[in-house]
């Protein structure tokens, strides 16, 4: 028998994260003509993405008009905050820059996959960022193999950059080598390519990954941002110009903006989980409104599973907005009934099942006197393997709660995406074996309710989505 043992906060921390759906990652990139040195917009960019990765944070950033090779980045594992302290922006100097932060879809959580990744080679440099996931990386991979590529990483960010550094070396200029790579790319994808005069994004066809685009205007000039999301541009008071369009490859250098555009496919497919739960609350995707969004599920749910309670409440944190809409539709009071521990450590190591059960105790807390003799309806956004909704449930009728009505602001997980959400295997998913009465059993609810596929409408209108995690039908393979 192992021998017991008490679970450190980061270990049980990390075991809470990987017991649910995981974030992607996000991205961002500036341009400053007026030769404003723009790390520190990175710095906060980035900070405002946190919630899209938490692995490892970097920064690239060079001078337009220095030498072809001045490109100075700074990327570790951690959080944006511990990767980056004073000395290391103020080492950092240039008026043009990409940043990311991480969470490993593709490839392992590892230093060598940390980006932006920075490629010298005989044209220049060249510094990317990626969010999303390609799905014929692997072949790809091969083909840049044959012709002696050498990767030194397991991302499938690498074999982008490496395909862009070789078509570029056959190319007039990096937008020509970005779209011939970008149109052999498969899956979700938003690209942010720094060379050394210009900065080129670029979203995959299908509009899986989101891409926004903003501006500083000051003393004359137009600063140009991109990032993963809205969020990000307000971070930094930048003006929100628009969304990227679905295979919009935008170009950015002092003479302003310039847009091609990838081969036209025949639909397109938003990812609907940046609404369910990726994005953050305040950012605007494809003009739909997150937080809008996440209120029309919760109202979705109440109309669908009305039930008798004397409060309504969300698990922390996206589970909050759902459960306001719930209440507002129901009549019902919503109160906050947890308090959320966002200061405890991470750890990078494998959780086994005893930690994620223990990691619940750490993360989340019970007000007790909030809970204390009644009957709750409490709105999660997904329920995965199960294990976490039990342990949470299990902590309210310790606390004195009563009937706890459990509803979901999004359908059963039974397919896995291959676009760069990581959704864990089928076998993995409680959904995929169970009906919905033996998961309300498992987790010890008095009822559970799941939004339906088709009230994903009333979320996000006509907007074309991606729902292949709850139906199978994958846009691209």
Do not use: W
């Not at 917009?41 to 919630?51: C, F, V």
């Amino acid at each position: 028998m192992a021998e017991e043992r008490e679970f450190t906060s980061t270990e049980i921390t990390r075991a809470y994260r990987t017991s649910g759906i995981r974030e992607e990652c996000g991205v961002f990139g500036i341009y400053s003509p007026a030769h404003e040195n723009i790390t520190e917009k990175i710095y906060y960019g980035l900070t405002a993405l946190q919630h899209r990765g938490q692995e490892s944070a970097g920064i690239a950033v060079s001078d337009t008009e220095g030498l072809m090779y001045n490109v100075s980045f700074h990327k570790d594992m951690g959080l944006v905050s511990e990767v980056f302290h004073k000395e290391d922006l103020l080492k950092l100097k240039g008026n043009i820059g990409v940043g990311h932060v991480r969470y490993s879809t593709a490839g392992g959580s590892t230093p060598e996959n940390a980006q932006p990744l920075v490629i010298n080679y005989s044209k220049g440099t060249l510094s990317l960022v990626h969010n999303g996931n390609i799905t014929n990386a692997d072949e790809l991979r091969n083909e840049l193999s044959s012709h002696g590529a050498v990767f030194h990483a397991t991302s499938d960010s690498e074999v982008i950059a490496s395909m862009i550094a070789f078509h570029r070396t056959r190319s007039a200029a990096v937008e020509e080598a970005i779209k011939k790579t970008a149109e052999r790319l498969k899956g979700g994808y938003a690209l942010i390519v720094m060379s050394p005069r210009k900065i080129i994004g670029v979203r995959d066809p299908y509009g899986l990954k989101p891409l926004c685009l903003g501006k500083i205007s000051e003393n004359g000039n137009d600063t140009y941002i991109l990032a993963s999301e809205s969020c990000a541009l307000t971070s930094i008071d930048a003006q929100f110009i628009r969304d990227i369009e679905p295979g919009e490859i935008i170009t950015i250098t002092k003479d302003g903006l310039k847009t091609d555009h990838l081969p036209a496919v025949d639909k397109k497919a938003h990812c609907i989980f940046e609404y369910i739960y990726f994005a953050r609350l305040d950012s605007v995707i494809d003009n739909i409104s997150v937080y809008g969004s996440r209120i029309k599920a919760g109202q979705a749910l109440a109309e669908n599973f009305p039930v008798k309670a004397d409060l309504v409440a969300g698990v922390p944190d996206s589970g909050l907005a759902a459960a306001e809409g719930y209440a507002m539709k129901s009549g019902i009071p919503f109160r906050m009934i947890f308090k959320k521990n966002s200061y405890v450590g991470r750890t990078f190591i494998k959780p086994t099942q005893e930690m994620r059960e223990s990691a619940v105790h750490i993360k989340l807390n019970v007000i007790s006197e909030t809970v204390k003799g009644k009957d709750i309806v409490l709105i999660d956004d997904s329920i995965v393997r199960g294990t976490t909704m039990k342990q949470i449930i299990k902590q309210l009728k310790k606390n004195g709660a009563g009937k706890i009505h459990v509803r979901i602001s999004a359908p059963p997980f039974l397919h896995p995406c291959y676009y760069g959400t990581d959704v864990p295997t089928s076998t993995e998913l409680i959904a995929h074996n169970a009906t919905v009465d033996d998961i309300c059993s498992f987790i010890g609810a008095d009822s559970l309710g799941y939004l339906d596929v088709s009230d994903f409408q009333k979320m996000v209108g006509d907007l074309p989505i991606c729902k292949a995690c709850f139906d199978g039908n994958y846009p691209v393979m």
